[in-house]
Each structure stands twice: as structure tokens, then as C-alpha cells.
């Protein structure tokens, strides 16, 4: 039997809207993943945390303020220095194409821009599946 994929959507910062972490969560959760969602306003530390503590295979950052390119990379940070560098981090939000270099290199393995399907991120899921499972 495969591995239940356990995934935190995260919302990093200040920014209140949440309207697309949730959607992202629902539907992530309707395609059979188990979901744990932190809420609005965590900080990098307390998502790498919950992270841990959750024991996901995935965390999904969400972020539409404008700081993508400070707070993303220093989850990326704290979960290594949590031990838990083994966790795929991916982003979503409103990000400019000439941001996503910078927050691949910096450990993002795939940003999720507007408009962005369902299908792409449930394919991004499921093609890094025997990665989770070999953990």
C-alpha cells in the first residue's frame, strides 16, 4: 500500500489572505493527501517547527505580500536547522517570474504562480512520491 503524503500549507508573514493556502489545502486534501494548514501570520520558525512535529512530507508556502524572497528561503533555513532538510518546500503566491530563480536556488523546488491547475500541483506531488517513501 502507498504512503499517505502528509503536506503543511503554510502562510509565512503578515499576509492575511488566505483565500488560495486554503483552496490549495481543500484541494489537495479532496485528491486523498492528508493537509495540515497553519493559519495566517506564522512566523519561518514556527512553520519548520510544525513541520516536524506534523511529520509532513511536504510543506507548501503561500505568500502574496511581496516578502517571498526573505521569508521562503529562511523556512528553507530553519527546517535544516531542524534537521528536516528531507521535507520538499514549494511555493505559491504572487511572485514574479524573475523571482523564482533565486527561490529554486535557494531550495524551493517548484513555484505554483495564479492561475496556476490543481493538476500541475498534484503532478509536482506525486512525480517526488518515491522520494517520500524511500525517507
Known amino acids: 500500500m502507498a504512503k499517505k503524503i502528509r503536506i ?10 488566505d483565500r488560495g493556502a486554503k483552496y490549495i489545502a481543500r484541494a489537495l486534501k479532496d485528491a486523498g493527501y492528508e493537509v495540515v494548514y497553519t493559519g ?3 512566523s519561518p520558525e514556527a512553520i519548520a517547527r510544525t513541520a516536524v512535529q506534523e511529520d509532513v ?7 502574496l505580500s511581496g516578502a517571498h524572497n526573505e521569508l521562503f528561503p529562511e523556512v528553507i533555513r530553519q527546517l535544516k536547522q531542524e534537521k528536516a532538510d528531507d521535507i520538499i ?4 503566491g504572487v511572485i514574479p517570474d524573475d523571482d523564482i530563480p533565486g527561490l529554486t536556488a535557494a531550495g524551493i523546488e517548484a513555484v505554483f504562480t495564479p ?7 498534484i503532478a509536482f506531488i506525486e512525480a517526488n512520491r518515491e522520494r517520500v517513501e524511500s525517507k
Open 8 to 17: 503543511l500549507i503554510g502562510k509565512p508573514g503578515l499576509d492575511g489572505h
Open 40 to 42: 495566517i501570520r506564522q
Open 57 to 63: 512530507d511536504f510543506v507548501g508556502l503561500s505568500l
Open 89 to 92: 518546500v514549494f511555493g505559491g
Open 115 to 121: 492561475g496556476t491547475p490543481i493538476k500541475d500541483v
